[in-house]
Structures are given as structure tokens and as C-alpha cells.
């Protein structure tokens, strides 16, 4: 097998919006700068927040001839939070598709916002998923909003191809390999 380098072109999707492609080289797999952000639902609107306290971001990780790996970082209200297992996550490559699956524990952390964004008071961090205790799921205030983030390691088993996409229930993040 002949390698060959690659340029990493990220395309990301999300909400009806995209961003502009940005090409990086294979050698970035598993840095901050291949890290892509969405938003899985509109929960934003709803929750009358500034965007960032609600997006989501993976970061490819790994890439090899037959699997992909990300780390996802899922944020929902209290109201909407799923574990990462349950949201059906999927990659695909070329004809392939597959389903995601953890493979590093996940971890959660719950956050108490203020109306104005701002964060109020940290309520859990990094406690592992099934020691989570979901309640209380709304906070002592009806000022403040709770954010649960979600955290872990995909990965899936997807041949190397053009096209990589992770794929989320509102959010699909592509990964666009070509040949230098």
C-alpha cells in the first residue's frame, strides 16, 4: 500500500448554517485545531441563552485505514440531557455506516446559568455517567438555567475514505480527505 500524505478539509453543518472549510494536515488529527462545533437541537431559542453556553464539539482524534475516533462534548438543558449512548450517533465513510460507540467512560458536568449567560454556580464536574443523580434536573431558581454537558470518546469502524461524517440527531460534522 503506497502512502500518501493528506489535506484535511472540515466541513461543518449544523442548523441550517455551515463554516467555511478549513484545511489542515493529518499531522493536527488529535489537536485542538481539528475540533468542529454545532448545535444538536434548538435548544438556544428556547433557553434564551448565548449560543455558547449550549454548542457541541468534537475533535477527530484518531484516523487510521479502519476507524475513526472523536471526542464529543454534548451540552443540553437539564430538561433535554440523554446520555451519549442513547443519541445514536453514526459515522460514515464512502458506503459505510456504523454506529458509534464509547470507548473511554463518559463523563457529565452541570452548570447553573443565569439569565444573562453568565455561569452562576458549578453544581457537578467531571463525576462519571453512572454516578450521575439526574435530580434535582431543574435548579432553585427559576432565574437560572441548567446546563448538562456530556463528555467522551467515539469511535466507530469506518474504512479511510473521501468523505468522514459524524453524525448526531440535528448535527452532522465531515471530515473531507484529498490527496496532496
Do not use: K
Request: with cysteine; glycine share 6%; net charge negative.
Amino acid at each position: 500500500m503506497r502512502a500518501t500524505p493528506l489535506t484535511i478539509i472540515v466541513l461543518a453543518a449544523a442548523c441550517g448554517g455551515s463554516s467555511p472549510p478549513e484545511t489542515f494536515p493529518p499531522s493536527w488529527v488529535g489537536t485542538d485545531a481539528a475540533s468542529r462545533t454545532g448545535e444538536t437541537g434548538n435548544e438556544v431559542a428556547r433557553a434564551g441563552l448565548p449560543r455558547e453556553t449550549l454548542v457541541d464539539d468534537a475533535v477527530l482524534t484518531y484516523l487510521d485505514e479502519q476507524t475513526a475516533c472523536f471526542d464529543l462534548a454534548v451540552r443540553s438543558t437539564a430538561a433535554s440531557d440523554r446520555a451519549l449512548s442513547e443519541l445514536g450517533a453514526e459515522c460514515r465513510a464512502e458506503d459505510t455506516s456504523s454506529a458509534a460507540e464509547l470507548s473511554a467512560e463518559e463523563m457529565v458536568s452541570v452548570y447553573d446559568y443565569d439569565a444573562d449567560g453568565q455561569l452562576a454556580e458549578v453544581v457537578t464536574e467531571d463525576v462519571p455517567a453512572e454516578a450521575y443523580d439526574r435530580s434535582p434536573e431543574a435548579p432553585p431558581s427559576g432565574e437560572l438555567h441548567r446546563i448538562v454537558e456530556r463528555r467522551s470518546r467515539l469511535c466507530c469502524p469506518v474504512p479511510r475514505a473521501d468523505v468522514l461524517v459524524l453524525a448526531l440527531p440535528g448535527l452532522e460534522l465531515s471530515w473531507q480527505m484529498q490527496d496532496q
